[in-house]
């Protein structure tokens, strides 16, 4: 009798193994249906065109089709347009990337303080984040034109008027437009960062010491060390991406300080030269995973050295 009720026992314990399996494939293939358009876009839009500009670079043209080697890279690091493009790129992103991070640091430092109209000043900051870039631009035209408001300024103090798009204070003007647009989301990243540090430790820290500038640098730069490295990595690209606000400003050959390397590879793709695109393209994408490999790794001493 017994061993009768172990096998019966035995028997419905396989079934109930075999339908759970079966409930598990039933599972899989609903969460793969469900992530088939998410997975069909990225090809399409990401992995098939990436795959494209890689066979790009390494032959002579698009339709003989030769395998030539790094030849292409060789005529883009020889082309003055090109060392013009990436050498205006690394200056405004050394340039913007830490503004833009220090200042909105500073600013979050400032409304964490209880101040008054903190809330307000907060919308005010995010404010540039509702507005069309086109009514970004017009205004920022009306500001610096050559008869704009800035040059009226300037006249009242007995200085001539400044071509301010068209001449070498160019990247100036495009700095602060980065600047203007990009300070808000990064002020509330680090704000939102700042409330999640233990308010016990600050108490202890601040037994220990009575120097703030000592318990920022000790204690809060310690514990915002992952924001920071997302806003700089945020920044960072949003500084590669400023194509479309000089565009606007300025068009297709705008003053030579302003020239981008995504002004390179637009003029490179109107004039069909898809070999130099390509190549320039994936040297940007290597530089960028270069930058952010190092961001990675200081980062990550910071928060061993917070663990410890």
């Given at each position: ?185 990064n002020m509330i990243m680090f704000l939102a960062a ?22 920022f640098f000790i204690v809060k730069i310690r514990y ?5 490295l997302f806003v700089t990595i945020l920044s960072l ?72």
């Amino acid at each position: 009798m017994n061993k009768d009720k172990e096998e019966k026992v035995k028997k419905k314990k396989v079934k109930l193994s075999s339908y759970g399996r079966k409930m598990e494939r039933k599972e899989r293939v609903k969460g793969t249906l469900f992530l088939l358009p998410s997975i069909s876009g990225v090809s399409v839009f990401y992995l098939i065109p990436f795959f494209v500009v890689l066979v790009y670079a390494f032959q002579d043209n698009p339709v003989t089709k030769n395998y030539v080697g790094l030849s292409n890279f060789i005529a883009i690091f020889k082309n003055e347009a090109f060392r013009l493009a990436a050498g205006n790129t690394l200056k405004f992103s050394l340039v913007a990337v830490p503004l833009a991070v220090i200042i909105s640091l500073l600013m979050a430092i400032l409304l964490d303080q209880s101040i008054p109209f903190a809330s307000k000043f907060r919308t005010i900051f995010l404010s540039p984040m509702m507005v069309p870039i086109a009514s970004v631009i017009l205004v920022f035209r009306v500001l610096f034109d050559y008869n704009g408001a800035f040059n009226i300024i300037i006249r009242f103090f007995g200085a001539s008027n400044i071509d301010w798009i068209k001449s070498e204070y160019a990247p100036f003007v495009i700095i602060l437009l980065f600047l203007w647009k990009n300070l808000g989301y990064n002020m509330i990243m680090f704000l939102a960062a700042l409330g999640t540090i233990p308010r016990e430790m600050m108490e202890v820290a601040a037994l220990d010491s009575n120097n703030a500038l000592k318990l920022f640098f000790i204690v809060k730069i310690r514990y915002l060390s992952p924001t920071i490295l997302f806003v700089t990595i945020l920044s960072l690209i949003n500084s590669f991406k400023i194509f479309r606000e000089v565009y606007l400003l300025s068009g297709n050959y705008p003053h030579g300080s302003m020239y981008t390397l995504q002004h390179f590879m637009n003029n490179m793709f109107n004039s069909l030269d898809y070999q130099k695109l390509s190549s320039a393209a994936i040297l940007m994408s290597i530089v960028m995973i270069v930058i952010i490999l190092i961001l990675y790794i200081l980062e990550n001493r910071f928060g061993k050295d917070m663990e410890d």
